[in-house]
Nanobody, 115 residues
Framework: QVQLVESGGGLVQPGGSLRLSCAAS????????MGWYRRESEKTRELVAT???????NYADSVKGRFTISRDNAKNTVSLQMNNLKVEDTGVYYC?????????WGQGTQVTVSS
């Protein structure tokens, strides 16, 4: 089992920055991929960014050049640095961790970009 605790959401003006962090704990062999997703509808979440334990990254086209995902494998944390935020970045962001057997989700943290 993996427990994920997110922090760092909040309210920011357009053009501002926020940093999201997520810490994993629990009993597991190895987390293969960690990432951030944004709620798209009641039942779906869209990918924002992911990073493997080998530091390969993947970003949604809408955030490329503005967001940077990073990971500390020793501390089992993943962070998302969000710069030049836009109103359309507003939403609930979820931390995700994938082992070889299942996927785990955090509770979500609200990011609001508004003037």
């Amino acid at each position: 089992q993996v427990q994920l605790v997110e922090s760092g959401g909040g309210l920011v003006q357009p053009g501002g920055s926020l940093r999201l962090s997520c810490a994993a704990s629990g009993t597991y062999f190895r987390i293969e991929v960690m990432g951030w997703y944004r709620r798209e509808s009641e039942k779906t979440r869209e990918l924002v960014a992911t990073i493997t334990n080998g530091d390969s990254t993947n970003y949604a086209d809408s955030v490329k050049g503005r967001f940077t995902i990073s990971r500390d494998n020793a501390k089992n944390t993943v962070s998302l640095q969000m710069n030049n935020l836009k109103v359309e970045d507003t939403g609930v962001y979820y931390c995700n961790a994938r082992t070889t057997v299942r996927s785990y989700w955090g509770q979500g943290t609200q990011v609001t970009v508004s003037s």
